[in-house]
């Protein structure tokens, strides 16, 4: 059973571009989250996608957009880069039940940016 | 506003000497507590999930357990392959942020032999 599957691993990008990051859930996951980590932090929520759409958001600006697909995998694009936006990006996925709530989240191995 | 602060922010054990980690959170409404784990550079790795005051998992050599302000990842007689970065997550069971976990900083562990 594939877990949970991001690309690409590392990335190198320049100031004022733009970057796009995949994601691909586990097997029987509906829902994707996508957190940012800086070094020596905890994850950041940025935000969440369920059914194609954004269903949470976290306080990124909006130089942070995502998609969901009909398979149930993600994309995540940032545009403008800045230098601080170098981090790892990480996607989790789980099953969101009909009461709302998912339970478990499980993260890829996330994608490295780095923005010189 | 939701928080989670762990501590210490950095613990290192010899080989077989048992100890804890603290997370402390602050959330209107707590659904669920999280542990992972993370090695450097990789993802963070699912642990263990806490529900309610009073529950206590184990795994291996890993135990976690749950008070209404604190939880407590214990640590017994560790190995060199317990190092690593312990995370602590919340989610809220607010309507306006479900989904979403917060995070502490880590505790980043080191067992020496």
């Known amino acids: 059973d594939a877990g949970v599957t991001q690309s690409p691993t590392h990335l190198i990008k320049t100031r004022g571009q733009q970057v796009t990051l995949r994601c691909s859930p586990k097997s029987g996951h509906d829902t994707v989250s996508w957190y940012q980590q800086a070094l020596g932090q905890g994850p950041q929520f940025i935000f969440q996608y369920y059914e194609e759409e954004e269903r949470q958001r976290g306080n990124f600006p909006d130089r942070f957009s995502g998609h969901q697909f009909p398979n149930y995998s993600s994309e995540l694009n940032v545009n403008a880069l800045l230098l601080g936006d170098s981090a790892l990006y990480l996607c989790?996925?789980?099953?969101?039940?009909?009461?709302?709530?998912?339970?478990?989240?499980?993260f890829g191995p996330g994608t490295r940016l780095t923005v010189t | 506003e939701d928080q989670v602060t762990q501590s210490p922010e950095a613990l290192r054990l010899q080989e077989g000497e048992s100890s804890s980690l603290n997370c402390s959170y602050t959330v209107s409404g707590l659904r669920g507590l999280f542990w992972y784990r993370q090695d450097p550079g990789k993802g963070p790795e699912f642990l263990f999930t806490?529900?309610?005051a009073g529950e206590e998992k184990e795994k291996e050599r890993l135990k976690a357990t749950l008070t209404k302000k604190e939880s407590f990842l214990h640590i017994t007689a560790p190995k060199p392959e317990d190092s690593a970065t312990y995370l602590c997550a919340v989610q809220a069971d607010r309507g306006s942020t479900l989904g979403r976990l917060y995070f502490g900083r880590g505790t980043q562990l080191t067992v020496w032999p």
């Open positions: 989790a996925s789980s099953f969101l039940f009909l009461t709302g709530q998912d339970y478990e989240q499980y």
């Open positions: 806490l529900y309610s």
